[in-house]
C-alpha cells in the first residue's frame, strides 16, 4: 500500500489554538492500494517527533524505537486502478495520527483509500512544512467547558479535509481513486466526538465510529438522518450505568444501523497503536487486555463495520456476541429494522 502526506491550510480559519500563527493547518497522511515493489518504505514518524510525542507523554523510551517501527506502507508507490470507499481518521486529544496506523493500514489493505488527519497544535510529534514540528499548545486546555468547541472545532477541519479531498480541483495527486459515495470516517477520544459531531453538519459521510470518546451535542441533527454508526469503548468506562453518560444519551438519538459494544480488559488507549507496542516492550497490565490483543479486536470491528457499510459485505461478526471474541460485549440491541448504507437491512 502507498502513503503520501498533504498539508492542507484553511485560509477561511484562523487557528483556535494559536490565532497569531495564522490560518488554521492540517497534515494528513492518505493511505491508499499501492502496486507491489513501487514506492520507498514509509517510516512509522520521524525520530524528532517521537522524541516530542514521548516527552509529552513523559515515555522514557529512545525516541528511535518508536520512529523504527516498521510499518507495511511504501511512500509515494504507484496506486492501484479503481475506486475505492474513503474513511477518515481523527486520532485522540494529543496524540498524533501515527498512533493510528495500523488501524489504517489494516482498511488500506481491505480496499479503501484512508486519510489520517493531524490537527495543528493538538498534539506533539507532527512536522508541519516550514515551521518543523509544532508544540501542543492545546494540551491543558481542553477540559469539561472547552470539550464541546474542541469537538466542533475539530469537526470544521474534518469536513474542510473532505472539501479538499472530494473537490473538483483537489491537491492530493491520485484524488480520482476515491469513490465520493462512500465516506466514512471515524475517530479515537476527542476524534471520535470529533467524528459524530462532523457527521451531524456534513452528510457526506455515511458511517462512523467514536473509538472511546465522549460525545457531545449536536441538537437535533444528534440523530444522524438515520446514517450508521458503531460505538466501541472500554467497558469499564462505557457501559451503560458507567461514568460517561454521552454513550447512553448518543444511542437513544441514533436513528439508523447502530452497535454499542465494549472491549472487557482494554484501557482506553486499547484502540490505538500504543497498546500493541507497549505489549512488544513487555509492559502489558497483567490484569488488562494483551495489546496485541487489542489490535485485533479494534482492527476486526472497525473493518468488519466499513466493509459491511460501506463495501456492501455481510459482516455477522457485528451481528452479536461471538465464541471468538468472548471480550466484547455488545451492550443493547434495537426490536426494529434499520437498513445500512449499503442497501441492505439488519437489524440493531
Same mark, same amino acid.
Given at each position: 500500500?502507498?502513503?503520501?502526506?498533504?498539508?492542507?491550510?484553511?485560509?477561511?480559519?484562523?487557528?483556535?489554538?494559536?490565532?497569531?500563527?495564522?490560518?488554521?493547518?492540517?497534515?494528513?497522511?492518505?493511505?491508499?492500494?499501492?502496486?507491489?515493489?513501487?514506492?520507498?518504505?514509509?517510516?512509522?514518524?520521524?525520530?524528532?517527533?517521537?522524541?516530542?510525542?514521548?516527552? #509529552?507523554?513523559?515515555? $522514557?523510551?529512545? %525516541? +528511535?524505537? /518508536? &520512529?523504527? @517501527?516498521?510499518?507495511?506502507?511504501?511512500?509515494?508507490?504507484? *496506486?492501484?486502478?479503481?475506486?475505492?470507499?474513503?474513511?477518515?481518521?481523527?486520532?485522540?486529544?494529543?496524540?498524533?495520527?501515527?498512533?493510528?496506523?495500523?488501524?489504517?493500514?489494516?482498511?488500506?489493505?481491505?480496499?479503501?483509500?484512508?486519510?489520517?488527519?493531524?490537527?495543528?497544535?493538538?498534539?506533539?510529534?507532527?512536522?508541519?512544512?516550514?515551521?518543523?514540528?509544532?508544540?501542543?499548545?492545546?494540551?491543558?486546555?481542553?477540559?469539561?467547558?472547552?470539550? #464541546?468547541?474542541?469537538? $466542533?472545532?475539530? %469537526? +470544521?477541519? /474534518? &469536513?474542510? @479535509?473532505?472539501?479538499?479531498?472530494?473537490?473538483?480541483?483537489? *491537491?492530493?495527486?491520485?484524488?480520482?481513486?476515491?469513490?465520493?459515495?462512500?465516506?466514512?470516517?471515524?475517530?479515537?477520544?476527542?476524534?471520535?466526538?470529533?467524528?459524530?459531531?462532523?457527521?451531524?453538519?456534513?452528510?457526506?459521510?455515511?458511517?462512523?465510529?467514536?473509538?472511546?470518546?465522549?460525545?457531545?451535542?449536536?441538537?437535533?441533527?444528534?440523530?444522524?438522518?438515520?446514517?450508521?454508526?458503531?460505538?466501541?469503548?472500554?467497558?469499564?468506562?462505557?457501559?451503560?450505568?458507567?461514568?460517561?453518560?454521552?454513550?447512553?444519551?448518543?444511542?437513544?438519538?441514533?436513528?439508523?444501523?447502530?452497535?454499542?459494544?465494549?472491549?472487557?480488559?482494554?484501557?482506553?488507549?486499547?484502540?490505538?497503536?500504543?497498546?500493541?507496542?507497549?505489549?512488544?516492550?513487555?509492559?502489558?497490565?497483567?490484569?488488562?487486555?494483551?495489546?496485541?490483543?487489542?489490535?485485533?479486536?479494534?482492527?476486526?470491528?472497525?473493518?468488519?463495520?466499513?466493509?459491511?457499510?460501506?463495501?456492501?459485505?455481510?459482516?455477522?461478526?457485528?451481528?452479536?456476541?461471538?465464541?471468538?471474541?468472548?471480550?466484547?460485549?455488545?451492550?443493547?440491541?434495537?426490536?426494529?429494522?434499520?437498513?445500512?448504507?449499503?442497501?441492505?437491512?439488519?437489524?440493531?
Amino acid at each position: 500500500m502507498g502513503r503520501n502526506s498533504l498539508h492542507l491550510v484553511d485560509q477561511d480559519r484562523r487557528d483556535p489554538w494559536a490565532p497569531k500563527a495564522g490560518d488554521r493547518e492540517l497534515m494528513v497522511s492518505i493511505y491508499y492500494p499501492a502496486q507491489k515493489g513501487t514506492g520507498k518504505p514509509a517510516p512509522y514518524m520521524s525520530t524528532e517527533g517521537a522524541k516530542a510525542f514521548l516527552k #509529552q507523554m513523559k515515555v $522514557e523510551l529512545p %525516541a +528511535k524505537v /518508536l &520512529s523504527g @517501527t516498521r510499518t507495511h506502507t511504501y511512500a509515494d508507490a504507484k *496506486p492501484e486502478l479503481g475506486k475505492f470507499p474513503l474513511v477518515v481518521f481523527s486520532p485522540g486529544f494529543k496524540t498524533p495520527g501515527a498512533t493510528l496506523t495500523s488501524l489504517a493500514e489494516d482498511l488500506t489493505s481491505r480496499g479503501s483509500v484512508v486519510a489520517v488527519v493531524d490537527h495543528a497544535y493538538e498534539a506533539a510529534g507532527v512536522d508541519f512544512p516550514g515551521t518543523g514540528i509544532l508544540p501542543c499548545t492545546a494540551c491543558g486546555k481542553v477540559g469539561p467547558t472547552s470539550f #464541546q468547541p474542541a469537538a $466542533e472545532g475539530r %469537526a +470544521k477541519d /474534518l &469536513s474542510f @479535509t473532505l472539501d479538499q479531498l472530494l473537490g473538483s480541483t483537489s *491537491p492530493w495527486q491520485h484524488a480520482d481513486m476515491i469513490d465520493k459515495n462512500k465516506v466514512g470516517m471515524a475517530g479515537h477520544s476527542l476524534g471520535g466526538a470529533s467524528t459524530a459531531a462532523t457527521m451531524a453538519q456534513d452528510p457526506r459521510v455515511r458511517a462512523g465510529v467514536n473509538l472511546d470518546g465522549p460525545f457531545i451535542d449536536s441538537g437535533s441533527k444528534s440523530s444522524l438522518s438515520g446514517r450508521s454508526f458503531l460505538m466501541l469503548g472500554t467497558k469499564a468506562d462505557h457501559s451503560p450505568g458507567s461514568e460517561d453518560k454521552t454513550w447512553g444519551t448518543a444511542w437513544n438519538k441514533l436513528e439508523g444501523w447502530k452497535r454499542w459494544a465494549t472491549v472487557t480488559g482494554a484501557d482506553h488507549f486499547a484502540f490505538t497503536d500504543l497498546a500493541p507496542l507497549a505489549g512488544q516492550l513487555g509492559e502489558d497490565d497483567p490484569k488488562g487486555l494483551p495489546g496485541k490483543r487489542a489490535a485485533e479486536i479494534t482492527r476486526d470491528y472497525v473493518g468488519a463495520f466499513f466493509d459491511q457499510q460501506l463495501r456492501g459485505k455481510d459482516e455477522p461478526l457485528l451481528n452479536g456476541p461471538s465464541k471468538a471474541n468472548p471480550e466484547v460485549t455488545f451492550q443493547h440491541t434495537s426490536t426494529r429494522d434499520a437498513k445500512d448504507n449499503s442497501g441492505t437491512s439488519s437489524r440493531p
